[in-house]
């Protein structure tokens, strides 16, 4: 993280191209926001944005919890650092 912002994100997902897609989405809306911005990213937005259908909906919630689950790993690591994170990039990174 630079100043406080996303730098670089990326997912492992197995899974349908609706998963891959909504993994895809996430990773690229958290870039350069924070990490509090990040977590106003819904499961709805990424679906309508790739047009999911209803049967769909569970792959762009899996990326929505990913999202969240990277936010809580980042911030124990932060906690484990006794402070803020470094200038040096941080990669947010979960599996999906």
């Given at each position: 993280?630079e100043s406080g912002?996303i ?10 191209g ?6 895809s989405?996430?990773t ?14 819904k499961?709805?937005?990424?679906a ?9 909906l ?7 919890d ?11 690591k ?19």
């Amino acid at each position: 993280m630079e100043s406080g912002k996303i730098v670089d994100a990326c997912f492992k997902t197995f899974g349908c191209g609706s998963a891959i897609a909504s993994s895809s989405v996430a990773t690229e809306w958290v870039k350069g926001k924070s990490m509090d911005e990040v977590l106003t990213i819904k499961n709805t937005e990424i679906a309508k944005h790739l047009s999911l259908p209803p049967v769909k909906l569970h792959c762009s919630m899996l990326a929505e919890d990913a999202i969240k689950a990277a936010v809580k790993d980042a911030e124990a690591k932060r906690g484990q650092m006794n402070g803020p994170l470094k200038a040096s990039p941080t990669t947010m990174a979960a599996d999906v």
